[in-house]
């Protein structure tokens, strides 16, 4: 079982291997996924079913953590706040911050165009490291369809039963890609909303001569 508690606004991820057995209890205060993952590979992955152990896919494997860590997480972020949640528009952070989360999204397609996986060919934690950003795609701006490897990489990570029981707890969240897309269909209102937003955003790649192109 694994639990967050905010304490001293920091997240404590606490792991009990075996609810009888309290002695078996690891603590780590840990606020950033990266660590998170690498923390619970090293304790409990010990098989080596969602990482690895050995070069070069051990290096592959920390690499795309840290692309993540250091590049898709930071720019889509700036993406879902100028885009998405920003009370004023500005149109320059728009479009950068969305084009540059379709650029780095064009390079995982790239990545995936022979590959079923980021790295080594088997589901890894770099692959649920960078899925957990593709899987808001559409809440940042970004089509998703426009990349075909990536889309169906994506398919296939949020189709397995682990990581559809996961996204459940505490609650499924309004901004995955397919809960937001099902809103678009049931919500007119949030509909309009969402096409008011991507009518800026590409009046704003067009004054800033924005144009997408695959790495």
């Known amino acids: 079982m694994t639990k967050a508690v905010s304490r001293s606004k920091r997240v404590l991820v606490r792991i009990h291997i075996n609810l009888e057995d309290r002695e078996n209890e690891h603590e780590a205060d840990s606020i950033f996924l990266a660590a998170i993952l690498a923390y619970l590979a090293r304790h409990y992955d010990t098989e ?3 990482s690895f152990k050995e070069d070069p896919q051990l290096s592959h494997q920390e690499q795309w953590i840290a692309w993540q ?3 898709l997480g930071p720019m889509q972020g700036q993406a879902n706040h100028f885009f998405r949640l920003a009370k004023e528009r500005i149109p320059y952070p728009t479009q950068r911050y969305v084009g540059e989360t379709e650029r780095l999204m064009g390079i995982l397609d790239n990545q995936l165009k022979d590959n079923s996986y980021l790295v080594g060919n088997k589901y890894s934690i770099a692959d649920i490291a960078n899925y957990s950003w593709v899987n808001l795609a559409y809440f940042s701006g970004v089509n998703l369809a426009q990349f075909p490897n990536l889309e169906k990489w994506w398919k296939s990570i949020n189709g397995r039963p682990a990581v559809q029981k996961g996204q459940s707890i505490p609650g499924p969240s309004p901004y995955t890609n397919d809960n937001f897309q099902q809103k678009l269909k049931d919500d007119k209102e949030f509909a309009d909303k969402n ?10 790649k067009k004054q800033y001569d924005y144009k997408y192109s695959s790495p």
């Open 48 to 50: 080596n079913r969602f």
């Open 69 to 71: 860590h250091g590049g």
């Open 195 to 204: 096409a008011e937003l991507e009518k800026l955003r590409d009046e704003a």
